[in-house]
Structures are given as C-alpha cells and as structure tokens.
C-alpha cells in the first residue's frame, strides 16, 4: 500500500468494553511496532513484532493488551475491560527491517482511543 | 534503559528565520542512531533527519541540519529558512543499534514548533 493505514481513526468506549485497533503496513514491511501516545505526549513503545513473531512486548502496560500479526502482515492490537487511563493516540509503525540495517520507521495516522 | 530529554515544550519563529530544537539523551550504549520527527496536527509522525553515533560529520537534509555532540550527549535540531509547514510537534529519538533484530525508538516529549509570519 501507499503507507500505513490505521482502524479505526476514532474509538469511544465504555469503561470495561473491549476494544480492537488494527494496523495494515506497508506491503514487503518485515517489523511492525505499536506505540501508546498520551495527550502532550511522546510516543511510547508497546510491543514489536518481526513478521509473526512477536519479540518484544515489555511496554505492554497490563495483562489487558495483547497484540497479535498472525500472518505477519496486518496487526490487531486489543484492550480488554478498557479502563480511563488507556485514553490514548496508539501509533502503528513499520519498516522494512533488514537484519543489521536500521530502516527508517513509518508511521500510521494512529486511532485516538477516548475511554468514557 | 534510555531516556531522552527536551527541554522546550514549546518554540516559536517567524518565517525565514532559523530556530534551534534542543535535545539530550542518556545512554550507556556506544552504537546507537538518533531522530527527529515531526509530527503536524494530522498527527502522521514523519522522519527529518536522521545520525549515526559513530559518524562525526553532522547529518544534514536541506533546511534541516543536526549539531551532534557524542560526549555531551546532546542532539539539536537547526531549521534554516523556517516555512509556515514547519508547524509541527517535533520529537527527538533514539534507537538502540541491533543485530539480527529491529529497535524500538525512544522518544522525547516534543517541541511544539510555530512559524509565524
């Protein structure tokens, strides 16, 4: 595709509500990571995928999120039982990601999460 | 683990001036890579520029140079010739340099950047 697409661009939830976000990359992108934006914010690392393999998922802040890229192409990230302080901007990135090289990340337009 | 710092939540310039982003970092690691993005209102998160540690010739795109001092740790961001679609957030980062696997970027908490006319 042209770029990294995210779904959907806006959620509102109920507290306690399960919610689902997903990312499509760019087609041939080996990594895909998911990052958690707080308002006035950097971004902050969530989890990393390399093709299907999830390697690093230390930023998940809870048993609550999980994330999964079962064909190691489009991503779901899910918040279970979603509580106020996962209001949030979650960003998509993905790159190429040649061993050994650094790829630039590119990133998606993010979904803005408002937990009610 | 990493951090990195900015100091300057927010900036403002006129159009056609130069501004300077500042940004400090703290690592124990001796390769390592450095970013800026910015980050316009629609909130698409785009690369400027980017510094290899391990070269000492500063990185530069155009209007946009960086002044990378290893030892102090310091990266800051120079916009020459600053343009009204400079407004953005602009977010200095760090990557760890791997093998085998990619790394996870560090970001800072921003600069709010705002040319003027």
């Known amino acids: 595709g042209a770029g990294v697409s995210q779904s959907p661009r806006y959620k509102v939830a109920k507290r306690g509500q399960d919610v689902a976000l997903r990312c499509d990359p760019i087609?041939?992108?080996?990594?895909l990571f998911w990052y958690q934006q707080a308002l006035g914010q950097g971004p902050e690392f969530l989890t990393y995928?390399?093709?299907?393999?999830?390697?690093?998922k230390s930023g998940l802040p809870s048993d609550r999120f999980f994330a999964e890229r079962p064909e190691g192409s489009v991503s779901t990230l899910k918040i279970q039982r979603t509580q106020q302080e996962d209001s949030a901007v979650y960003l998509c990135?993905?790159?190429?990601?040649?061993?050994?090289?650094?790829?630039?990340?590119?990133f998606g337009p993010g979904t803005r999460l408002t937990v009610t | 683990a990493q951090t990195v710092t900015q100091s300057q939540p927010e900036m403002s310039v006129q159009e056609a001036e130069t501004v300077t982003l500042s940004c400090t970092y703290d690592t124990s690691e001796s390769n390592y890579y450095l970013f800026w993005y910015k980050q316009p209102p629609s909130r698409q998160m785009i690369l400027v520029i980017r510094?290899?540690?391990?070269?000492?010739q500063n990185a530069t795109e155009n209007r946009f140079s960086v002044n990378f001092q290893k030892a102090a740790k310091s990266f800051s961001l120079k916009i020459s010739d600053s343009q009204l679609g400079d407004t953005a957030m602009y977010f200095c980062?760090?990557?760890?340099?791997?093998?085998?696997?990619?790394?996870?970027?560090?970001f800072g908490t921003g600069t709010r950047l705002q040319v003027t006319l």
């Open positions: 995928f390399q093709n299907e393999a999830q390697l690093d």
């Open positions: 510094q290899e540690a391990y070269k000492q």
């Open positions: 980062a760090f990557m760890r340099s791997n093998t085998g696997t990619a790394s996870k970027l560090t």
């Open positions: 990135a993905s790159s190429l990601g040649d061993t050994g090289v650094v790829r630039e990340q590119y």
């Open positions: 087609s041939g992108h080996v990594s």
